[in-house]
């Protein structure tokens, strides 16, 4: 089985403490192009300030996509992608493209492309700030300390296990299958252990594995990486239990590594742990080749092209863009400490109930990138 690395990728050129790197941006659909235009010029900044080149390529994915070239993602699109340091996605998806008969949805681009870039471990971190912790649904006592990365795999599992769908006894019969290989549950897992090396030496696996035979697997392999890792906790939680302890005890958990869908399912109810979605941005990492970026908020429709979206989420994977990517570690910890500060001095865009606009927020946070 494979060991893995942290994504970084061969071509990033470094001239003394510089370095040039190419930079795909898809910014997709509804308040996708918004988001990713102010984390662009959080970018440009950075770029400014350490001499650094940083050249991008747009293309277009999901919707946008099916209307200009009849597909969610063309293969120049994809080709793009695998050809470049880093990918910096928007959103995509939207109810114009919702047929349920349609042949391609703007979701099938996104899933495409994360499997045509290989990235296989999909990084949520959720950190509760201080200042917005009445934001949050949750008593504030439950709030305190919580600092989560969830782990979820992003290449297998019931998202890309075969499907079908026949007419069978007179009835219409559906199937999705959730399948993983001992191999990609190996360097999920392992990956989750490196991050927690970094924190606080704990690992969640989450499962199913009561009733699941692939969660059986997952829970085997993670058992066995566990002992090879015996300066850590590793514990093991079934996905029913993990969903009730995010929100009656979420301080308790440090990193926890998932299947594809429980990952998806979790993240978006940890989400409410930070008080808004538009807060939240995510990693996508693979073994070597370029990361993709994107906020874990979906496309907004609603508000889209009304100037008023949350751009924290994009900018933060921005960050982490610069830290997993291009290695850029001060540069990304910049605007982490920049976003942090401007939540503090109270700055809010609508959805944390302020007025600030997309571009007045990405103002502050560039006044306070040093
Ligand atoms: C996410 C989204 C996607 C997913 C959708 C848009 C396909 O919900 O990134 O969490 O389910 O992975
Ligand atoms: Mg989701």
Request: hydrophobic fraction near 40%; charge should be negative.
């Amino acid at each position: 089985m494979s060991r893995v690395t942290l994504s970084s990728c061969p071509p990033v050129t470094y001239l003394e403490n510089t370095l040039k790197a190419k930079i795909v941006l898809l910014p997709g659909d509804g308040i996708g192009p918004e988001v990713v235009n102010e984390a662009v010029r959080v970018l440009d900044v950075i770029a400014q300030q350490g001499g650094h080149t940083f050249e991008y390529e747009t293309h277009l994915l999901g919707g946008c996509s099916i209307d200009a070239h009849g597909s969610s993602l063309t293969d120049k699109t994809l080709k793009a992608c695998q050809q470049s340091n880093a990918v910096l996605l928007g959103a995509v998806g939207g109810p114009r493209w919702d047929d349920p008969k349609a042949k391609d949805r703007p979701e099938r681009g996104l899933l495409a492309l994360r499997k045509g870039l290989q990235v296989f471990a999909n990084l949520r971190p959720v950190k509760v700030h201080p200042a917005l912790i009445d934001a949050s649904p949750l008593k504030p006592e439950k709030l305190r300390g919580v600092d989560i990365i969830v782990v979820r795999e992003l290449t297998g599992g019931l998202y890309f296990g075969a499907k079908k769908r026949e007419s069978f006894g007179g009835h219409e019969r559906a199937i999705d299958t959730l399948e993983y290989q001992d191999y990609e549950v190996q360097r999920v897992v392992e990956l989750a252990f490196r991050l927690a090396a970094t924190r606080r030496k704990k690992v969640t696996s989450v499962d199913k594995a009561n009733v699941l035979e692939s969660s059986r697997l997952w829970r085997q392999i993670a058992t066995c990486l566990g002992e090879q890792h015996n300066d850590f906790t590793l514990e093991h939680m079934l996905v029913d239990t993990a969903a009730m302890r995010l929100v009656t005890n979420p301080a308790a958990f440090d990193v926890l590594v998932t299947e594809n869908m429980f990952g998806d399912i979790l993240t978006d109810e940890a989400s409410v742990l930070a008080g808004s979605m538009g807060m939240l941005p995510s990693a996508s990492l693979g073994n070597g080749g370029p990361g993709l970026y994107e906020p874990i908020h979906g496309s907004a429709p609603d508000i889209a092209g009304k100037g008023s979206a949350n751009p924290i989420g994009t900018i933060l994977s921005a960050a982490l863009l610069l830290r997993y990517s291009l290695k850029l570690e001060p540069e990304a910890q910049a605007i982490e400490k920049a976003v942090d500060a401007v939540i503090t001095d109270g700055c809010r865009t609508a959805d944390l109930g302020g007025s600030l606009k997309t571009t007045q927020m990405t103002d502050e946070i560039i006044k306070r990138i040093s």
